[in-house]
Nanobody, 122 residues
Framework: VQLQASGGGLVQAGGSLRLSCAASGGTFSSYVVGWFRQAPGKEREFVATIRWSGDYTYYADSVKGRFTISRDNAKNTVYLQMNSLKPEDTAVYYC????????????????WGQGTLVTVSS
């Protein structure tokens, strides 16, 4: 399984970005896919996850109500729509496929994309 995250960039506070996570190999429609982020000097943290059917999503409290995770299994892609961005959302964002355990723990995910940088200016 290979995952590739894209869509990062520089945006002003209050703006929006949409990240994409494209998957290849395996059966993408059976994956649970999550987004994590790592800010400079900080630990990687959970952002959101979505089950294969798209009928279950789970968000970190810090992004709830501002970010929306979705997927298009026909395109083998998971999206993270980020609205009302804040400077504290600045981080490298990673997508990953879950294999077992808690959805919010990075050790529950086995395959990781390379990350895409999001910078939010104040």
């Amino acid at each position: 399984v290979q995952l590739q995250a894209s869509g990062g960039g520089l945006v002003q506070a209050g703006g929006s970005l949409r990240l994409s996570c494209a998957a290849s190999g395996g059966t993408f429609s059976s994956y649970v896919v999550g987004w994590f982020r790592q800010a400079p000097g900080k630990e990687r943290e959970f952002v959101a996850t979505i089950r294969w059917s798209g009928d279950y999503t789970y968000y970190a409290d810090s992004v709830k109500g501002r970010f929306t995770i979705s997927r298009d299994n026909a395109k083998n892609t998971v999206y993270l729509q980020m609205n009302s961005l804040k400077p504290e959302d600045t981080a490298v964002y990673y997508c990953a496929s879950w294999y077992r355990g808690s959805y919010s723990l990075q050790e529950s995910y086995d395959y990781w994309g390379q990350g895409t940088l999001v910078t939010v200016s104040s």
